[in-house]
């Protein structure tokens, strides 16, 4: 889907899109993971450790194996609550990732430059990454209503 796609997206739909993933579901991503040999079981008890405490080490099996239901488990007890005590954000308070099919970073770079020039796009496309705080105030400012985006950048 590019930008202009988001603008025909409703908003039951923009908001099951933002929907953090299922402790099962970040469980199963974490597992694929140390399968691909992306993230090293150790390093992850180490991380897990450090965020949740000593309960972490319960995610190794006997057999030295990730124990699915175990951090299945870590994660579910320790899921940031939002009102009504329902999770908000994904795990740590981090974004869940992108849905898939939304714009490329480079996508929505030639959008920004398309739509605000240089300048507002160079203030968003920093050295440490995406300015979100910046693209959130662009995408707010008085500009972006000209465009005829639908997009709550709230979040």
Do not use: W
């Amino acid at each position: 889907m590019s930008i202009n796609g988001v603008q025909s997206v409703g908003q039951n739909q923009m908001q099951e899109m933002r929907k953090p993933p299922s402790p099962e579901e970040l469980a199963g991503r974490i597992s694929q993971s140390i399968e691909d040999g992306d993230i090293e079981l150790d390093s992850l008890v180490e991380n897990l450790t450090e965020r949740f405490g000593e309960e972490a080490s319960s995610i190794v099996a006997d057999d030295g194996s990730l124990d699915m239901d175990a951090l299945t488990n870590l994660l579910a007890e320790n899921a940031p609550q939002g009102p009504g005590g329902q999770p908000q954000g994904g795990m740590g308070g981090m974004p869940p990732p992108p849905p898939q099919g939304m714009a490329s970073t480079e996508e929505l770079e030639t959008k920004l430059l398309e739509e605000y020039g240089e300048e507002a796009t160079s203030a968003v496309f920093t050295e440490d990454g995406i300015d979100f705080e910046a693209l959130k105030s662009l995408l707010t400012s008085n500009e972006s209503q000209e465009t005829g985006f639908l997009l709550d950048v709230e979040g």
